[in-house]
């Protein structure tokens, strides 16, 4: 089963989407499930597994309401106020659908002391009592703390998205590669080897400007703990959603068949736990 670890949907306002800069321009409108699904279709993916893009219990909701129609999105990545002593509450009436699969908050737009929050934390332990996991969304620099987080967590099954969003301008930096090696370290750390497209600076990325950043996180976190997403439509800011495929592909052709399985959806299932 091969499965796209990370893909978002949303209806475009100016307002709700301010992090869309004016260089981002190809994707200011709406994305919808049916605008996904020929892409789906060409690159043989069977499943995906929707992503917060807004930090609203609205869009948790339509997220999951898009699951109930769409049998593609096989779970759902929402948004709970977790700092909010009603989080536990909130967690149970979401969970009640069987698509919610775990949670994320926006971590890279906080400073490095909201993780450790008590009330953040509180949160993070009603995730991991309810069976849920947790995308961890941070930028290299807040590697670091995001250590420190996973830490005091150690029950809770995370994933990293984007590799931490390390400034790409040739080869991988010392500091995020030692950072990330540490992270990487913990077993209950996963990686999503996704929204690197856009990370890339002042140039056009080229497949082998990014081959070494996969052969980082392969070699760190190994094909069991790493998994496959396209960041659509975020990626389309610099690659069209069969290219990204096709050069994902091209980074596991090497690897024995069950590694390509593992990357393309197998990881990501047993993460997510999805149902076959």
Same mark, same amino acid.
């Given at each position: 089963?091969? &499965?796209?670890?990370?893909?978002?949907?949303?209806?475009?306002?100016?307002?709700?989407?301010?992090?869309?800069?004016?260089?981002?321009?190809? &994707?200011?409108?709406?994305?919808?499930?049916?605008?996904?699904?020929? @892409?789906?279709?060409?690159?043989?993916?069977?499943?995906?597994?929707?992503?917060?893009?807004?930090?609203?219990?609205?869009?948790?909701?339509?997220?999951?309401?898009?699951?109930?129609?769409?049998? @593609?999105?096989?779970?759902?990545?929402?948004?709970?106020?977790?700092?909010?002593?009603?989080?536990?509450?909130?967690?149970?009436?979401?969970?009640?659908?069987?698509?919610?699969?775990?949670?994320?908050?926006?971590?890279?737009?906080?400073?490095?002391?909201?993780?450790?929050?008590?009330?953040?934390?509180?949160?993070?332990?009603?995730?991991?009592?309810?069976?849920?996991?947790?995308?961890?969304?941070?930028?290299?620099?807040?590697?670091?703390?995001?250590?420190?987080?996973?830490?005091?967590?150690?029950?809770?099954? @995370?994933?990293?998205?984007?590799?931490?969003?390390?400034? &790409?301008?040739?080869?991988?930096?010392?500091?995020?590669?030692?950072?990330?090696?540490?992270?990487?370290?913990?077993?209950?750390?996963?990686?999503? @080897?996704?929204? /690197?497209?856009?990370?890339?600076?002042?140039?056009?990325?080229?497949?082998?400007?990014?081959?070494?950043?996969?052969?980082?996180?392969?070699?760190?976190?190994?094909?069991?703990?790493?998994?496959?997403?396209?960041?659509?439509? /975020?990626?389309? /800011?610099?690659?069209?959603?069969?290219?990204?495929?096709?050069?994902?592909?091209?980074?596991?052709?090497?690897?024995?068949?069950?590694?390509?399985?593992?990357?393309?959806?197998?990881?990501?299932?047993?993460?997510?736990?999805?149902?076959?």
């Amino acid at each position: 089963m091969k &499965i796209d670890a990370h893909q978002h949907f949303w209806r475009y306002t100016p307002e709700e989407f301010d992090w869309i800069s004016d260089g981002m321009g190809a &994707i200011r409108r709406d994305f919808q499930p049916t605008d996904l699904a020929p @892409f789906l279709a060409a690159a043989h993916v069977d499943g995906t597994i929707a992503v917060q893009a807004r930090q609203t219990l609205a869009e948790t909701t339509g997220l999951l309401e898009h699951a109930q129609r769409h049998p @593609f999105i096989k779970g759902v990545v929402g948004w709970v106020p977790l700092t909010d002593p009603e989080a536990p509450r909130r967690l149970d009436e979401l969970g009640a659908d069987k698509n919610l699969k775990g949670v994320r908050h926006v971590l890279q737009g906080e400073p490095d002391a909201f993780m450790t929050d008590p009330a953040f934390n509180a949160g993070l332990r009603a995730v991991t009592a309810r069976g849920l996991s947790y995308d961890l969304l941070v930028q290299a620099p807040q590697l670091p703390a995001a250590l420190a987080l996973v830490d005091r967590h150690p029950s809770l099954p @995370f994933v990293l998205d984007h590799l931490a969003k390390p400034v &790409i301008t040739g080869a991988p930096p010392a500091e995020w590669r030692r950072d990330l090696a540490e992270l990487a370290r913990r077993p209950n750390v996963c990686c999503k @080897f996704s929204g /690197v497209v856009t990370e890339v600076l002042g140039i056009e990325w080229t497949p082998e400007l990014l081959w070494p950043y996969f052969d980082v996180v392969l070699a760190l976190f190994g094909p069991d703990r790493l998994m496959f997403g396209s960041d659509w439509p /975020v990626c389309l /800011v610099a690659a069209e959603y069969t290219r990204w495929d096709r050069f994902v592909e091209s980074c596991v052709t090497g690897l024995a068949s069950a590694e390509r399985k593992a990357i393309l959806g197998d990881t990501a299932a047993k993460f997510y736990r999805l149902t076959p």
